[in-house]
């Protein structure tokens, strides 16, 4: 039975794999390629923000044509757009419905060219002198915590010369840096020049520094960031002389050859510079690193100063959140964390790939007629159906985290993304993936959905509400606006997956059904969340914290398996399983699982990806 059922996966993936191209071939559908299908989510918005309009109404205007063309554009990928790799083909569709939703946040919900700023790298400029508050002379305005940054326009960004803000010198001091942050000379002693510059230069700059502001505050600071400080710089906490202690931090700062600042649209800065801000909003879903980075990030600020001496990267914190979200601050640290994440669900989604194949659920959905083998056909319903939502949920888990943690660190280390991303590839601007399960314990559905599960698409969710908020449409923390916000967050979800199920090749998907997952997600969340707080409030308050997290524990459980049929059946019915996650398998190299299927080696040629031509120029590239 077992090597009947490995028959049938490899048959089935033969069999959707013929009749793909034979729909390519009969102008049904399109390969997903690149760079086309990539238009509508990247290149067309990113071309539009690069341009200025926040002085040019019609251009502004305008908008609404770019988002009409987009939303043509990604519904027809929904339509018509499939791959021959089966992940590949679900997240055609996907893909679709996120630019449209994307391009809805950033052309209608927000005006980033008004509203976003985020934290950049420049060079610092010899001539800025420090007011005795601790603002930089050029910089009236602070950070938005009250900390005192520099604030920088598109004017500020760029140099004497006009030259864009980003120059080649400061590109080549970044790559030859191993850890970004230490580029600044503020993340390893304090004490080291990495600009080159002599002891006559550091007394010439030390000379031009009024002796008025070396009144440098540490009250001002928060406890974290003092304690930051006195680490970087061990001599500050033996000196008891305030105007010492205020020299020694006037000579760090005349040795920080950069600064790290509030970088706002540069609309009067070269095309390559706007362009790379358009770039860099567009393909941060998260919104790492900009004032609109999602709440359960740690926070994104340009470092605080003291006097003219900016503190190092690791004083913005915390780094870890209270909803689990980590951040590391060297390219080690982010090296190893990472690699001890994709090692264990590497092996975990080997083993539900193994054991997946083996069952027919997982390769024609619950419709089947095959014979079950001997391991599942003994199991009660019950027991099975149990068996198999624990292994999708594993399966989407371990599969998430695995491309994750690996897009994190090829970001991170491998060229030309580190050389081409400079600081946006930094590990500061790469946190943890999911959050920490203890908010699945103690908020239930709310924490699942809201804090541990990944949060990749929360901003684009939750930005119709922020909008609703701002406008005055509803009002914040009113059962009306939860729900408006619950309505949007879980209907966007649904739309996105139900994309993902209809552009897959099989034609047994009912895209129609995930969505109501989605939808009973939202409702059980609010649910859940009223009866706690206004049915049985008084009651839990006095239950000793075990018992409460149990409670949250067995109602997420219990509506997991009541609903999720819904979405995991159709991944079924798609043929989505019939991807092969890994590479090389260790269970099948171990002789593991109840699949006669032992070859070791799984990517298959037909499934990788290639060139396609097209009858035009524009429909041909590389077909993923």
């Not at 946040?105 to 420090?130: F, G, I």
């Not at 083993?351 to 390769?363: G, H, N």
């Not at 109501?516 to 409702?523: E, I, M, P, R, Y």
């Amino acid at each position: 039975m077992a090597h009947q059922n490995a028959d049938i996966a490899i048959t089935y993936r033969e069999i959707y794999h013929a009749k793909f191209w034979n729909d390519v071939e009969a102008g049904h559908k399109t390969p997903f390629l690149i760079p086309l299908h990539l238009l509508g989510v990247w290149f067309l918005p990113t071309l539009y923000l690069a341009i200025p309009h926040k002085n040019r109404p019609w251009l502004y205007q305008a908008r609404w044509l770019v988002l009409a063309v987009v939303v043509a554009f990604n519904f027809n990928m929904i339509l018509h757009v499939s791959s021959h790799n089966f992940g590949g083909a679900y997240g055609a569709g996907l893909i679709g419905a996120w630019g449209i939703v994307w391009n809805l946040t950033l052309l209608v919900w927000t005006k980033p060219q008004w509203e976003a700023k985020r934290v950049d790298v420049r060079r610092k400029r010899k001539h800025d002198n420090v007011a005795s508050n601790g603002h930089s002379s050029s910089s009236p305005s602070a950070s938005q915590n009250g900390h005192a940054t520099k604030t920088a326009t598109g004017e500020q960004t760029s140099r004497s010369n006009g030259a864009p803000q980003r120059n080649d010198s400061i590109h080549k001091s970044f790559e030859e840096e191993p850890d970004f942050a230490n580029t600044t000379g503020m993340e390893s002693n304090g004490h080291a020049s990495h600009n080159g510059h002599s002891s006559n230069g550091l007394k010439e700059r030390l000379a031009n520094t009024k002796t008025a502001n070396r009144s440098a505050e540490l009250g001002d600071i928060s406890e974290e960031s003092k304690k930051t400080l006195f680490e970087t710089i061990p001599s500050l906490r033996l000196n008891g002389n305030g105007m010492q202690a205020a020299g020694e931090l006037e000579k760090l700062a005349a040795e920080q050859e950069f600064e790290y600042y509030w970088q706002k649209y540069p609309a009067d800065a070269s095309f390559w510079t706007r362009l790379d801000w358009a770039f860099d909003i567009v393909s941060t879903f998260r919104m790492t690193g900009w004032n609109w980075a999602i709440p359960c990030l740690p926070p994104y600020e340009p470092p605080s100063k003291l006097g003219n001496y900016q503190l190092p990267l690791s004083s913005v914190g915390p780094q870890r959140t209270k909803q689990g979200y980590t951040r590391e601050l060297t390219r080690r640290a982010l090296f190893l964390q990472r690699l001890f994440l994709i090692i264990p669900n590497y092996i975990l989604v080997d083993f539900c790939a193994v054991y997946m194949t083996a069952d027919p659920y997982f390769i024609l959905g619950p419709e089947h007629n095959e014979p079950l083998p001997p391991h599942l056909a003994s199991l009660p319903p019950l027991l099975l159906s149990a068996q198999r939502t624990a292994l999708s949920l594993a399966g989407v888990l371990s599969a998430l985290q695995l491309i994750f943690n690996a897009g994190a660190l090829a970001l991170a280390f491998l060229p030309p993304f580190p050389q081409t991303l400079r600081f946006r590839a930094h590990p500061w601007h790469l946190p943890s993936v999911t959050g920490s399960f203890t908010e699945v314990l103690d908020r239930g559905l709310a924490g699942f959905w809201g804090s541990w599960w990944h949060q990749t698409f929360r901003f684009g969710f939750a930005a119709p509400t922020q909008y609703l908020l701002r406008e005055g449409y509803i009002k914040s923390g009113t059962p009306k606006a939860r729900a408006v916000a619950a309505a949007f967050a879980f209907l966007s979800s649904g739309f996105l997956h139900a994309s993902g199920s209809y552009s897959t090749v099989s034609d047994r998907s009912k895209w129609y059904l995930p969505p109501l997952f989605f939808l009973l997600a939202g409702f059980g969340t609010t649910l859940q969340s009223w009866l706690a707080r206004a049915v049985f409030g008084t009651y839990i308050e006095r239950l000793p914290r075990w018992a409460r997290r149990l409670g949250n524990f067995v109602f997420v459980v219990t509506w997991m398996c009541l609903t999720s049929w819904l979405l995991v059946d159709d991944f079924g019915r798609c043929g989505l399983w019939l991807f092969e996650p890994v590479p090389f398998s260790i269970v099948r190299a171990l002789g593991l699982g109840p699949s006669n299927d032992r070859r070791v080696w799984r990517l298959e040629t037909n499934m990788l990806p290639r060139w396609y031509w097209g009858k035009h120029w524009w429909d041909t590239g590389l077909a993923i």
